[in-house]
Structure formats: C-alpha cells, structure tokens
C-alpha cells in the first residue's frame, strides 16, 4: 500500500509560481512511476504530467509543457511539480498519482494510488 500526501497549492496570481510536493510512503517509491493530474471545477480530471521511476522519462500535457517541470527525489520518496507562469486556467485541483512498474502512462486508470489533492487557484 502507498500513500500519497500532496502539499503546496494556494493562491496566486497569474504570471506566479507554485511547487507542488507529493510524499509517499513505502519503501518501493523508485520503482513507481509517478504522475500529476488536475481536475478544473465541471471538468472532468485530466492529465498533466509524469516521470518515470528512474526519473529520466517524463511526460507533459500540451497545456503546460514549456510552463511546468516535474522531478522527483527517490532518496526523499517525494514527486515535486513546478508551475511557472501560472494562468487562470490551471485553477484547479491537483493529485498525485503512483502506478506500479516503472514506466509512466497518461490515463487515469492505470494508476494504482492517488493522493487527495491540492487546491491552486490562479487570479487573473
């Protein structure tokens, strides 16, 4: 079993900057991929990005690549997500998801644990 602790949403204002973190526990954190998901309110959850579990595969969302960066600290069992140049369309909650095995995937139901999420709110 792996739980997944997710801190550091809030409120900012667009152009800002946000650093999500993402705790697990269990001893197998490396050998999960790991991915980041955000649900705007009405819509439905969607994929933003991901990392493989050596961290040397990721993966973004054409929403936020060039804008976000996801790393993670295996020694630390955490997954981080940084935002820059936050919009108004980011507002949403954000989750942090593990899938067992290495490799990462987009979809939401290939992953085996989720966190409970994150606010971020972006005012224009």
């Known amino acids: 079993q792996v739980e997944l602790v997710e801190t550091g949403g809030g409120l900012v204002q667009a152009g800002d900057s946000l650093r999500l973190s993402c705790a697990a526990s269990g001893d197998t954190f490396s050998t999960n991929a790991m991915g980041w998901f955000r649900q705007a309110p009405g819509k439905e959850r969607e994929f933003a990005a991901a990392i493989s579990g050596s961290g040397l595969s990721t993966r973004y969302a054409d929403s936020v690549k060039g804008r976000f960066t996801i790393s993670r600290d295996n020694a630390r069992n955490t997954v981080y997500l940084q935002m820059n140049s936050l919009k108004p369309e980011d507002t949403a909650v954000y989750y942090c998801?593990?899938?067992?095995?290495?490799?990462?995937?987009?979809?939401?139901?290939?992953?085996?644990?989720w966190g409970q999420g994150t606010q971020v709110t972006v005012s224009s």
């Open positions: 998801a593990a899938k067992r095995g290495g490799y990462y995937t987009i979809t939401m139901n290939t992953y085996d644990y």
